[in-house]
Structure formats: C-alpha cells, structure tokens
C-alpha cells in the first residue's frame, strides 16, 4: 500500500475510533463497573470483532449480507436487542438498589471484574454490530491492492485499527477508573447507571428502526 493511503486509512480510521458510539458507552459502562481491568479487557474483545469483520469483508460475505434482506435484517436486531438488553441491565440494577460500581476494595481482588464475561460483552457488542459490516465492506476494499492477498491485507488493516482503537479505549477507561470514587457516590451512581442503560436502550432500538 502506498503511504499515503496507509495516512489517509490512519486518519478516518482514528476518526472513526474516537468519535462515541456504542463502543465508547461500553467500555464507560464497564470500566465503571469493574475498573480498568474490565474496560481492558471489554476492549480487547471490541477490537478482536474487528478481523472477524476484515476477513467477512475479504470473503464477500458482506456483499452476501448485504444482498440477503431478511438476513441482514436479522443480524441488525439481533445486535440491536443485545444493546437493549445490557440497558435494561442496567436499570434492573438501579431500580433494585444494586451498585453498578463495586467497593475499591473489592476491584482489587477482582470482586466486580469477570473476564469472561468483559470478553463476550465486548466482542459480541461488535460483532453483532451490522454498521461494523457495511464499514468494512465500503471502507476497507479502498486500500486493498488487487494484486495481493484480500485476506492478508485485510486483516492487516484491522491490525492498525485494532492498536488504535484499543489504545483510545484503554486511556478512556483509566480515565473513567481515577473517577470511580466520585462515581461510587450513591446519588451519582444511581444517576450514571440509568443514564448509561438509556443510552444504550435508544442505541439498540435506533439501530432497530434505522432503514
């Protein structure tokens, strides 16, 4: 790839990463659930999605999706109810007086943090996301050189995006974990936990509804 289109790719790529969505929400969710460890890990999962979508693009899976009505359409709402369901999560917490964000204390010996669970939130969140699908579908064959392996460039590109958007997100959730004693506050903590299972409710039925 020539370096001016590797530049350009960087620069919408890093665009694309630091602009908020439902990625940012995420890790902002379990970074203050289960400090820095979740939200690492969370984004670990987010950004493994990435070459499923890359080797998808290369195959012409995508293309398939895209083409298939009733398939796309199921893979939309499949992704839209994951996100309602982690909203709704959320407020199930707040309305049963359950704290979102576990006892400093606790964080250390890994009271709120599953990694498992982290993993699977954060890489289902992604993968289920059809606007990740038409991304890479419209986005990626851009930079791809004919000449070479579709596959191999592809997932060479989700490599670059995978380190930038896992550095993006893992500096948003120390952020979000230096503030966790503010957010442990009871009223704040009720507050921020009905706010984030909102956002994340009209982000799935958005998605939802989108034609």
Not at 136 to 161: D, R, T, V
Request: charged share 10%.
């Amino acid at each position: 790839m020539e370096i001016h289109l590797l530049m350009t790719y960087l620069a919408a790529i890093t665009l694309l990463t630091i602009t908020p969505g439902v990625d940012t929400m995420l890790i902002i969710r379990n970074a203050a659930r289960g400090g820095w460890q979740d939200g690492f890990v969370t984004s670990f999962g987010i950004c493994s999605g990435l070459f499923v979508h890359a080797a998808i693009s290369a195959v012409g899976i995508s293309v398939i999706l895209l083409q298939t009505a009733w398939l796309f359409s199921a893979l939309k709402l499949l992704g839209a109810g994951y996100l309602v369901w982690l909203g709704i999560s959320n407020w199930r917490g707040v309305l049963g007086g359950t704290s979102m964000l576990c006892d400093c204390s606790m964080a250390v010996v890994g009271g709120a943090f599953d990694a498992k669970r982290s993993l699977r939130e954060g890489l289902l969140s992604n993968v289920l996301n059809p606007k990740a699908v038409i991304f890479y579908m419209a986005f990626l064959p851009h930079f791809i050189n004919p000449e070479g392996s579709a596959l191999l460039q592809s997932l060479l590109l989700a490599g670059c995006h995978f380190l930038i958007a896992m550095v993006w997100q893992c500096v948003l959730s120390v952020t979000v974990n230096r503030a966790r004693v503010w957010l442990q506050k009871p009223g704040f903590n009720k507050i921020f936990g009905g706010a984030t299972g909102s956002v994340m409710v009209l982000l799935g039925l958005r998605l939802a509804l989108e034609d």
